[in-house]
Every structure is written in C-alpha cells, then in structure tokens.
Nanobody, 115 residues
Framework: QVQLVESGGGLVQPGGSLRLSCAAS????????MGWYRQAPGKERELVAS???????IYADSVKGRFTISRDNAKNTVYLQMNSLKPEDTAIYYC?????????WGKGILVTVSS
C-alpha cells in the first residue's frame, strides 16, 4: 500500500522560507508525476508545482520565481522549497503522486504565513 507523508510545514513570517518534504512508501509505478497542491479556506484545491520522473516541471503562476520543486527518485521523495512567502500562501499543502495507474494523496500539512 502506497503512503505519502508530508513534513516541514508550520508558521512563518511574511518573507520567510519553508521547505516541505513528501516521502512515498510502498511500490509506485514509474514514470510518475509528483507534486504539491494547496487548499486555502473557502477556496478550491489548486496545483502549486509538479515534477515528472524525468524532470519536467510545472508551476502555478502565483509561485513562479519563489518556489522550487525537486525530487529524489531513489528515495521516492519530493521537496518544495518556498521562499519569499506571502500571507496568501497560507493553506493546507497536499502531496500528490500521479501514475498511469492509481493517483495518491498525502493527508496534508498546514503552512501559515503570518506576522
């Protein structure tokens, strides 16, 4: 059974940085796309960034130039480096792994940007 476990969230001041990690356990189809989505209160879940097995990345316009996604295929782990954080980045961040078969989700981790 595949599980995605997020870590690294928390409270940070505007302008600060956080690094999210998502470790996938179990047997996962490859190639795949691992990424991060977020959902703010009262809003729909949206894609933040994703990265395919062979390196292709996609970013939401709102995070381009501030967030960087990376992955370690040997460890089935994806990271999200978040810099210059803004209050509007406050949300629950969900790790996602999309394969040609199943689609997996983590339970989510809270990121709060506030002074």
């Amino acid at each position: 059974q595949v599980q995605l476990v997020e870590s690294g969230g928390g409270l940070v001041q505007p302008g600060g940085s956080l690094r999210l990690s998502c470790a996938a356990s179990g047997s996962i189809f490859s190639p795949n796309v691992m990424g991060w989505y977020r959902q703010a209160p009262g809003k729909e879940r949206e894609l933040v960034a994703s990265m395919a097995t062979y390196g292709k990345t996609i970013y939401a316009d709102s995070v381009k130039g501030r967030f960087t996604i990376s992955r370690d295929n040997a460890k089935n782990t994806v990271y999200l480096q978040m810099n210059s954080l803004k209050p509007e980045d406050t949300a629950i961040y969900y790790c996602n792994c999309r394969t040609l078969g199943p689609n997996y989700w983590g339970k989510g981790i809270l990121v709060t940007v506030s002074s």
